[in-house]
């Protein structure tokens, strides 16, 4: 069992940055891929970015990709999420997530536990 609780969200102008964090409990921190996510509101939760086990291999949803990065700290039981360049399309409630497996991975099935997600919302 993993609880996951996100922060870090707030309100920031276009061109602005943010640094999301995630902090998981429990001792297996490490040998699960996490993921970050988000939810517009009237749409779908997509996938925003996620890391492997040992931080080897990241995915990004094109969208994000050159603006955000995911990170991991294993010592910390944290993942982190670094966005710069906002844009207001990036308005969204963002959900850590976990996987108890090795691999990155970008379906929300792919999941098995997630966060209460933090609010990010860019003015233009």
């Known amino acids: 069992q993993v609880q996951l609780v996100e922060s870090g969200g707030g309100l920031v102008q276009a061109g602005g940055s943010l640094r999301l964090s995630c902090a998981a409990s429990?001792?297996?921190?490490?040998?699960?891929?996490m993921g970050w996510f988000r939810q517009a509101p009237g749409k779908e939760r997509e996938f925003v970015a996620s890391?492997?086990?040992?931080?080897?291999?990241?995915l990004y949803a094109d969208s994000v990709k050159g603006r955000f990065t995911i990170s991991r700290d294993n010592a910390k039981n944290t993942v982190y999420l670094e966005m710069n360049s906002l844009k207001p399309e990036d308005t969204a409630v963002y959900y850590c997530?976990?996987?108890?497996?090795?691999?990155?991975?970008?379906?929300?099935?792919?999941?098995?536990?997630w966060g209460q997600g933090t609010q990010v919302t860019v003015s233009s």
């Open positions: 997530a976990a996987r108890p497996y090795r691999t990155a991975a970008v379906s929300l099935r792919q999941y098995d536990y």
């Open positions: 429990g001792r297996t921190f490490s040998s699960y891929a």
């Open positions: 890391i492997s086990w040992g931080g080897g291999n990241k």
